[in-house]
């Protein structure tokens, strides 16, 4: 009887021994190690829109801005909004709002900064049919703060006159703007 529970025991033991064996060669290494972070597209787009159109408000009533673009894209990792030939009227409240148009533009997650780039335009009337017009290659507008920048080369027309200059701060609520060096000027003799 000794033998026989022996025999069991034995078995049942070389039995638990080959199952674990079989155990340890089915895990690998690998298994044990950091699973790699999964790669993010930068690029990988979750929603678009054609042709797009949007008009926001001001807690007032007033109308702030009126934007149109013939894509929008958005980025999915970065929460960047892309926009294909943005046109924005900026209105603050006003009847002359400022014309603001590019090629492309990016604007940041919180839509508190837009970078224009490529053919940038800004136009304003003023309300004695005085037009002036803002020209660069690339520029920055924080919409909020009715504000704009840029290091590239500007060139500014109108008030019978034209300057150009490389870098600038417009300051667009109060018509303000700050050339930062290289200015030149050419103006009609009246």
Do not use: C
């Not at 674990?20 to 678009?48: C, H, M, R, T």
């Not at 335009?121 to 909020?144: A, C, G, H, N, Y």
């Amino acid at each position: 009887m000794f033998s026989k529970k022996a025999r069991n025991i034995a078995l049942l033991a070389v039995i638990t021994a080959l199952l674990a064996a079989i155990g340890y060669w089915n895990v690998s290494p690998e298994s044990f190690l950091e699973k790699p972070v999964a790669q993010v597209d930068e690029s990988a787009i979750d929603y678009y829109a054609i042709n797009a159109h949007s008009v926001q408000f001001m807690p007032d009533g007033k109308l702030q801005y009126e934007m149109t673009a013939d894509k929008v894209e958005h980025l999915r990792a970065s929460e960047v909004t892309l926009l294909t030939t943005p046109d924005l009227h900026m209105y603050r409240g006003t009847e002359y709002p400022w014309h603001v148009q590019s090629a492309r533009a990016e604007v940041n997650p919180d839509g508190t900064e837009v970078e224009l780039i490529e053919n940038v335009r800004v136009q304003r009337i003023d309300e004695k049919q005085r037009e002036l017009v803002v020209t660069s290659s690339r520029m920055t507008v924080f919409p909020q703060k009715q504000y704009a920048q840029t290091e590239q080369a500007v060139r500014i027309d109108g008030a019978g006159g034209t300057t150009t200059g490389k870098g600038m701060k417009a300051y667009l609520k109060e018509g303000k703007m700050d050339l930062l060096s290289n200015v030149r000027g050419q103006y009609e003799a009246r």
